[in-house]
């Protein structure tokens, strides 16, 4: 079952982690079939579930959309450089890129770049307005796209 180490974190048993892989895979599935599929009672995938969830594992449960057939077929990575570094830039820089909802992730990095954003939108006109408005609002001294031709894998399940 679950434990806590100081050093490592948090520890997961072996039925926990092969919980975890089959939900990565299809959240969706009732609490009978995980347990079914575990070998579990429902009780205990139950109690299970909740702790996980209580450890903070399991952030929430989300849907895994057909953007291609949504009219997504753009993928963006955008490599962002600044010279500002300060904390108020950074909080008016998030404040700003959480306004715009192509932008599906966003990570300060380190190396060349400062930031890393990845744009889903519909095509490159749409891709230029949601480029128009990341510049708008905050100084930035680059901005490199690059355009994904092709999705090999997307939304890959974390290595359990």
């Not at 429902?42 to 291609?68: D, K, P, V, Y």
């Amino acid at each position: 079952m679950l434990s806590y180490d100081r050093m490592n974190g948090v520890k997961l048993d072996q039925l926990d982690i092969k919980m975890l892989r089959i939900l990565q895979r299809d959240a969706s599935l009732s609490q009978r079939e995980l347990a079914e599929q575990v070998n579990l009672s429902q009780n205990a995938c139950w109690r299970r579930l909740n702790i996980l969830r209580e450890a903070g594992l399991i952030l929430n449960q989300s849907l895994m959309l057909n953007r291609r057939l949504l009219g997504l077929g753009l993928v963006v990575f955008v490599m962002l450089k600044t010279r500002y570094h300060s904390a108020d830039w950074l909080e008016k820089f998030r404040r700003h890129v959480s306004t715009i909802p192509e932008v599906v992730d966003f990570y300060r990095i380190g190396g060349e770049y400062d930031y890393f954003l990845k744009v889903v939108t519909n095509d490159m006109d749409s891709y230029d307005e949601v480029y128009q408005r990341l510049i708008s609002s905050v100084e930035l001294d680059s901005v490199t796209s690059y355009f994904a031709m092709e999705a090999i894998e997307e939304q890959r399940p974390l290595p359990l």
